[in-house]
């Protein structure tokens, strides 16, 4: 590097140009041999600026998203998890939904991969420039009551809400929620009603979901609807894929047929509900 190509790269860090200091003693010598002009060699240069930013977005979105790990769809084992709908998993994988506003609800037992999708699908949102955040419900609920403790309920919905275009709030009904915490979950879901999408996970049925909102059978009917209405509803069937080594390791006994809760049981419930979630 000769010292007028030093000095372009110390004034390119100075102005943040970091696309531009990493390619420009590369894309100046492919210039000089090909004889490009002026023009061409300037916007090269802003094109691997362009890309450079874009890739430190990625990351940056990435990060900020706080996912417990990075998992993506080509990841997950369809072969074991016979159960799920693998074309509308991968349907989903367009993001078409986000672009709509609208939900995505995993529903099925314990280990089926729910979380797994839902990272997968938030993941691939980063990766294409949408803001995300992931919480799980327990974590979610209790930041909120920290907040109304504080007095800064509305900064949090702000902060931890309304700057994300997609929500995944993951293991809804896992744990029950006090009456005070249903209500402040129902206020995350009305802030999020027709702006912005949500991917929520969940092993509690529609027709027992009130039992995760302290009882409150208005409450949920409420949420439920708010969810429902623009929302993609993907139901999973199948043995937990965590214990599938232990089960071939001889660890674990054979499973016993379980009943799982089947598509057209779901939609009668959504019916007996008002509540008709759109599926693919």
């Known amino acids: 590097m000769n010292i007028q190509h030093q000095r372009v790269v110390e004034l390119c860090n100075e102005l943040r140009l970091g696309g531009v200091a990493a390619q420009y003693t590369m894309l100046a010598q492919k210039a000089a041999e090909k004889h490009t002009s002026f023009t061409d060699f300037v916007e090269e240069l802003l094109v691997a600026e362009r890309e450079s930013r874009r890739a430190r977005a990625r990351e940056m979105f990435a990060l900020i998203a706080c996912f417990p790990a990075i998992r993506t769809p080509d990841q997950y084992d369809f072969n074991f998890a016979t159960g799920a709908p693998r074309k509308q998993i991968m349907e989903l994988a367009s993001l078409a939904f986000v672009e709509r506003a609208e939900n995505v609800v995993f529903l099925g037992p ?3 991969g729910k979380t797994h999708l839902a990272i997968a699908l938030g993941y691939l949102a980063t990766q294409r420039g949408y803001k995300t955040r992931f919480f799980s419900a327990a974590d979610l609920v209790l930041m909120l009551e920290a907040a109304q403790r504080q007095g800064r309920c509305r900064q949090l919905m702000h902060c931890a809400v309304d700057a994300y275009p997609l929500l995944i709030i993951d293991e809804i009904g896992y744990l029950p929620m006090s009456r005070e915490q249903a209500n402040l979950f129902f206020q995350v879901v009305a802030h999020c009603y027709e702006r912005g999408s949500m991917i929520l996970t969940s092993n509690v049925s529609f027709g027992s979901r ?3 909102f302290a009882g ?4 949920t009917v409420a949420m439920l609807d708010r969810i429902l209405q623009h929302s993609i509803i993907v139901s999973i069937n199948g ?8 089960r071939k390791a001889g660890l674990l006994a054979a499973p016993t047929k379980q009943k ?11 019916a007996a509900s008002g509540l008709r979630g759109r599926r693919r």
Not at 216 to 219: E, I, M, S
Not at 260 to 270: E, G, M, N
């Open 110 to 112: 314990s280990g089926v």
């Open 216 to 219: 409150d059978g208005v409450l």
């Open 210 to 212: 009130d039992s995760a």
């Open 260 to 270: 799982h809760l089947p598509r057209r049981l779901t939609r009668s419930i959504l």
């Open 239 to 246: 043995e937990s894929l965590r214990l599938k080594d232990k």
